[in-house]
């Protein structure tokens, strides 16, 4: 392409600037990206002004920042570097193995669970007994008392300062039993999972059969916890089910006392028989004297009054009107006395009676009730289902040295990061 005349080309340049120089001034061309461009001439000996674009870089600000790169790398090196290497020589060279034991087992009872429809379909049985037994023996291995009742059998404060064990890692003697408790916690873990009923144990130790012992130990506690539990059950259902045996049989003998003493004090066994015998014996009376009334009617038809055979007859039914009269008081006579009146003794024995036959009648329940809480508690009695017996370890499972050392680094990159973007926001705002 050819060039415009040099003339037209400074005045384009001169109108554009706005400035004019000497002739013994060189012109020069600064870019955008610092390189050196060959100056235009002109005969006119002005110069040309090329402004800075987008990439253009200050040299000021280029140099500071050069010399805020070694900061970075040594907050680097501080906060992620010496951490993550340090965190790597204790895992990978002072870190003591350790052996982790593992055994499972669920809660079963000797008659079958009887599920709800609730917990079919949420396929979970933390809402049944079995569950809530099971999760009583999860709290129960994290607690103070298996703590307790181990420590009768196995030394567990030896066993957790082992020699082979380094110092982070062992329990530092002397040591309180909260302490020890709390380092329990981290050594032994259980879990219930809900879904199948399944409670898993692991327990870690530094040598082997140190793991295997802890792991054998926890099950047997469990195993006697889970006894106690279903014994107090049995006992709890038992014992009410005795008061009410012992209750009922009080009662009864209470009953039958009165009932002997009333008859004690009346002479009579039982009113009820020997009212029907006066009865009884009323009536033969009073057929008697409508008999002998009959014949000594028939008599004076054809007799004087005053004959032997009348007379006899008379006198005959004069007795037996006074026997009529006397066995009829026995039954029901208000001028007599309480005590005499068979009526009046007669209502206070059916009172006794039915006292007695109501006590007998609660009596019965009661052992037949006894009898069901014996059959219900034997069958609901809870015992311990191993299925995964407790091992001896092979290899160490603990700890675990790349994952350990992964999350050091990622916790102390997070934490130089975010140190970092805080420093620069704090600088852009001053």
Known sequence: MAQPPAAARDRSVSSWTGQRSSKASAPAVVTSDST?????????????????????????????????FPLRLLSFLALVGVPVALAGYYYFFVAADQFVAEFRFALRSVEPVR???????????????????????????????????????????????????????????????????????NQVDAFFDATNGTVVVRARAFTPDDALKLAQGVLASSERLVNDLSARARRDTMRNSEKEVHRAEKRLKTALVKLREFRDREGIIDPRKTADATQA?????????????????TLKHYMRADAPSVRMLEARLASLEAQRRSVESEVTDKEKSHSEALSRTMGAYEQLESERTFAEQAY??????????????????????????????????????????????????AVWGIGGITVKSVRDHL
Request: hydrophobic share 40%.
């Open 36 to 68: 050196a461009v060959p100056p235009i001439r002109s005969d006119s000996s002005e110069r040309i002004a090329v402004f800075p674009g987008p990439g253009f870089v200050d040299s000021a600000a280029y140099t500071k920042e050069r010399r805020r």
């Open 115 to 185: 599920s709800e429809a609730g917990t079919l379909f949420q396929g979970s049985v933390a809402s049944s007994q079995i569950g809530v037994d099971s999760y009583a023996v999860v709290q129960y291995i994290a607690s103070r008392d298996i703590v307790d009742d181990l420590g009768k059998t196995i030394d567990l404060r030896e066993m957790f300062s082992r020699p082979e064990a380094d110092w982070f890692a062992r329990l530092q003697l002397p040591v309180a039993i909260e302490e020890l408790v709390r380092y329990w916690k």
């Open 281 to 297: 014996l009323a009536g033969r009376v009073r057929d008697e004297l409508v008999r002998t009334d009959t014949e000594l009617s």
């Open 364 to 413: 019965q329940h009661a052992l037949e009730a006894l009898d069901r809480s014996r059959i219900n508690a034997d069958r609901q009695q809870i015992y311990i289902a191993g299925f995964v017996q407790p091992s001896l370890p092979e290899d160490s499972l603990y700890p675990r040295r790349g994952r350990s050392v992964g999350i050091a680094f990622i916790i102390a990159f």
